[in-house]
């Protein structure tokens, strides 16, 4: 189970989605009530562009944890990128209720104040975001930051850029 999780993972990381999926598929298979293969496997159908099986694999985390602040903010991202963002904003609600100082979760506020064309409030959020910018249609700024990111050692992952409807503007 472990070499496949992890294999699953270092390839996920490389941003060589379609690699990792046996090795995280296989781990579900030898592992099927440990929780970060599923999410893994969401991440992955997400970077190719798979929405529909980035979700299941997202509920399947969630029934196994239906408290974990990485789940509910990632779903939450899924949710917004449905165009559902009633539900997304359920999903931010309850990460603020298990996990109120979750790192990840103004970056996920941000995005969906962004979408809903409140800029000063999700600037305010996350100043030096390159997705809240490239929703707020600020490409310049995004562009920087993310320039900026790589100049650190900071890593884009073609597919989740080109397979990301929020960076489709750039």
């Not at 189970?1 to 390839?11: A, M, Q, V």
């Not at 975001?129 to 490239?134: A, D, E, F, I, P």
Request: net charge neutral; charged share 20%; proline share 5%.
């Amino acid at each position: 189970f472990l070499g496949n999780h992890g294999i699953g993972f270092c390839y996920y990381m490389l941003g060589l989605y379609r690699t990792a999926i046996p090795f995280s598929l296989k781990a579900v298979e030898l592992s099927p009530y440990y929780f970060w293969p599923k999410v893994i496997l969401a991440w992955c159908f997400d970077g190719i562009g798979e929405l529909a099986k980035r979700e299941q694999y997202f509920l399947d985390a969630l029934k196994l944890n239906p408290a974990n602040p990485f789940a509910l903010v990632y779903y939450a991202d899924h949710l917004t990128k449905a165009g559902k963002y009633d539900e997304a904003e359920k999903m931010i609600r309850e990460v603020e209720r298990v996990a109120p100082d979750f790192s990840l979760l103004p970056l996920r506020k941000a995005q969906l104040l962004a979408i809903r064309g409140e800029k000063e409030k999700a600037l305010g959020l996350t100043r030096g975001s390159s997705l809240v910018c490239s929703l707020l249609g600020m490409k310049d700024e995004a562009i920087q930051i993310m320039q900026k990111s790589i100049d650190e050692g900071g890593f884009y992952p073609y597919l989740s850029l080109v397979n990301n409807p929020f960076y489709n503007n750039l």
